[in-house]
Each structure stands twice: as structure tokens, then as C-alpha cells.
């Protein structure tokens, strides 16, 4: 199947600064990304799908000024938490479609758990 | 309201033994599409099985099945001959409407199934 790379798998950062996570389609295109969080013992809550070339479209709830999402290529999108605190420490996970119709649809990278301290 | 509904958060099953994890949905779209996902300990999504909403017939893979229920809107994984490696999360999921690629998946609240040996 396809393969999707995210990094860093964890990350340690300190409250109020920055971290990206980067996710990249390594053998398709994606012109569609979708971030996923995950608190722990819980599900996959969608956060936002990335659009190649235009702006995000976040899920209600999710600050998109605390969670930039660029997507500048069509295989590679990022997200930025912009002044982590610590209960921004999740499990994030990213997932990007193949172009053409496929069973399995959607295929994920490992996932980064941030924790901020 | 809740779209996906797992209603199982945990079981354990004897190894070599069979295994049937709940899902219901609920959608208004007749095209559609359903997956269950296992995520072990190390977090990484691995795609099990899919079924389309207008597919006639039960979706298998391996040891896996899909027992599809479309006038019940239940999808339920079969696990055949459970072995200790099965042990992990289990993410029953939905694509509403059409395949595109900018089409959402969203998640079940998750099974945690436990082989015992």
C-alpha cells in the first residue's frame, strides 16, 4: 500500500512554544491530508483537512489559529501548534487519500505524541 | 449524534477462539463507506478491512470478515482464530458519501480486545 512518513514520532517542548509536525505522502500525491488527535484510551477526533494550495478546513471546535496547517506541495503537509500548553499533549496522526479509488482509501503515518511540560 | 458506535470498549477472548466487534453507524447518504482499523500499543493505524455500502457481498480479508448488515446499519468485525498478536485497539470507521479524496473518515469510540493464551 501507499506509504505516509510523519515527524518527529515524539516530541518533547516546553509551554508556550512552537512545534511542527510534518506528514508526507512518500510514493502518491495527496491533495487531500487529514490531522487527526487522539487523547489517550480515546478515539480519533478529525481536526482539520489539509488542501493542497488553499486554506485548511478545520473541524468546529479546533482553534485554527493555535493549529496552522500549511500544505504547500502535494506531498507534504504540516501542522504547527503555536503555543503549546500542556493540555495540547496528544497523540496527532495524519492520514492523506490515494487519488484513485482504492479499497483501503486512506492510508496513515505512525502518528507524533507531543508532550508539553 | 453520534455516527459511529462502538459499544464494546473492551473484551478478551481466548486465543484460537472467534471474535465479533460491534459497530453501528448512522448515516443519511446511500453511498458510503465502512473500515475497521487495529492500532497496537505503538500507535500506528493498520487498515483491516473495508465494505461499500452498495458491495452485495460480506468483505473478507484473510482472517478477517465483515459482517454488513445494511438495513440494521451494522458493520461487525469477525476475527477468526484469534491469535495473541490480535491484542490491540480496534477502530471501526465511516466515509460518508461518494469516494473523493476530500471526503472525511470518522472514528468509533474503539474496542480494546484482549487474547488470553
Known amino acids: 500500500g501507499a506509504v505516509v512518513s510523519q515527524h518527529p514520532s515524539w516530541v518533547i517542548c516546553k509551554s508556550g512554544t512552537s512545534v511542527k509536525i510534518e506528514c508526507r505522502s512518500l510514493?502518491?500525491?495527496?491533495?487531500?491530508m487529514f490531522w487527526y488527535r487522539q487523547f489517550p484510551k480515546q478515539s480519533l477526533m478529525l481536526m482539520a483537512t489539509?488542501?493542497?494550495?488553499?486554506?485548511?478546513?478545520?473541524e468546529q471546535g479546533v482553534e485554527k489559529d493555535k493549529f496552522l496547517i500549511n500544505h504547500a506541495s502535494l506531498t507534504l503537509s504540516t501542522l504547527t501548534v503555536t503555543s503549546a500548553h500542556p493540555e495540547d499533549s496528544s497523540f496527532y496522526i495524519c492520514s492523506a487519500r490515494v487519488g484513485a479509488p482504492m479499497n483501503t482509501e486512506a492510508f496513515f503515518g505512525q502518528g507524533t505524541r507531543l508532550t508539553v511540560v | 449524534a453520534q455516527k459511529i458506535t462502538q459499544t464494546q470498549p473492551g473484551m478478551f477472548v481466548q486465543e484460537k477462539e472467534a471474535v465479533t466487534l460491534d459497530c453501528t453507524y448512522d448515516t443519511s447518504d446511500q453511498s458510503y463507506g465502512l473500515f475497521w482499523y487495529k492500532q497496537p500499543s505503538s500507535g500506528e493505524m493498520i487498515f483491516l478491512i473495508y465494505q461499500g455500502s452498495y458491495d452485495e457481498q460480506n468483505a473478507t480479508e484473510g482472517r478477517y470478515s465483515l459482517n454488513f448488515q445494511k438495513a440494521r446499519k451494522s458493520a461487525n468485525l469477525v476475527i477468526s482464530a484469534s491469535q495473541l498478536g490480535d491484542s490491540a485497539m480496534y477502530f471501526c470507521a465511516m466515509r460518508e458519501g461518494r469516494y473523493s479524496s476530500a471526503s472525511k473518515i470518522i472514528f468509533g469510540s474503539g474496542t480494546r480486545l484482549s487474547i488470553r493464551p
Open positions: 510514493d502518491f500525491q495527496a491533495t487531500t
Open positions: 489539509s488542501n493542497e494550495g488553499s486554506k485548511a478546513t478545520y
